[in-house]
């Protein structure tokens, strides 16, 4: 009898310890989303409020001054997270960085490989920093449509054209930091 009570009190602890460590788990899951959503809330209205405009219009005219590559992963649910790395190719040369961020938007997974174009980039300085990224896309197996545009607050715009694998619907803002690779 007393060993049967003693395997129930472990069972029971082991159980409240497991609910205790999922309650963890959801609760940071819950502090990070928050903090991501205010965090590219903060950034897109920043950007909203030097008066600048990401999309077709901005670049309109424009002669790109850069191109990129970019190989991603992304995963969203209410809020997203994403991180990668990419090429950079300015001036004849090729730099390559990472890119991350979180923000809010979506609901899936999906791979992400683009290539684009970088406007309005006089000097390398302008490029690595923060950036606030507009999405849109969707994913289906190895289907897939969408686009990435992002400006930082030297008012460099990249524009990506993304080709995403996996089960993924895109459509959100982001904050995104970008940094060269040593």
């Known amino acids: ?10 069972a029971c602890n082991i159980l409240i310890f497991n609910n205790l ?11 990070l989303c928050f903090s991501a959503a205010i965090t590219a809330a903060v950034a897109l209205s920043l950007a909203g409020c030097a ?33 990668g790395s990419g090429t950079l ?16 938007g979506g609901i899936g997974a999906s791979t992400v490989e683009g290539y684009g174009e970088v406007y309005k980039l006089n000097e390398m300085s302008q490029f690595p920093g923060a950036y606030a990224q507009g999405r849109y896309g969707f994913a289906l197996g190895n289907k897939s449509g969408g686009d ?5 607050g030297s008012g460099v715009i990249i524009h990506i054209k993304a080709k995403r694998e996996g089960l993924m619907l895109s459509l959100g803002g982001d904050a995104m930091v970008i940094s060269f690779q040593q």
Not at 21 to 31: F, G, K, N, P
Not at 52 to 81: F, M
Not at 89 to 104: E, H, K, L, Q, V
């Open 21 to 31: 460590v999922m309650e963890s788990i959801l609760t940071r899951y819950v502090h």
């Open 148 to 152: 990435l545009w992002l400006q930082n």
């Open 1 to 10: 009898m007393y060993q049967a009570i003693r395997y129930s009190t472990e």
């Open 89 to 104: 190719f300015y001036n004849g040369r090729s730099y390559p960085f990472t890119i991350g961020g979180a923000g809010i």
């Open 51 to 83: 008066g600048s405009k990401v999309g077709p219009d901005a670049i309109a005219g424009q002669t790109p001054s850069a191109t990129v590559e970019l190989q991603a992963v992304q995963a969203a649910y209410i809020g997203s997270a994403s991180g």
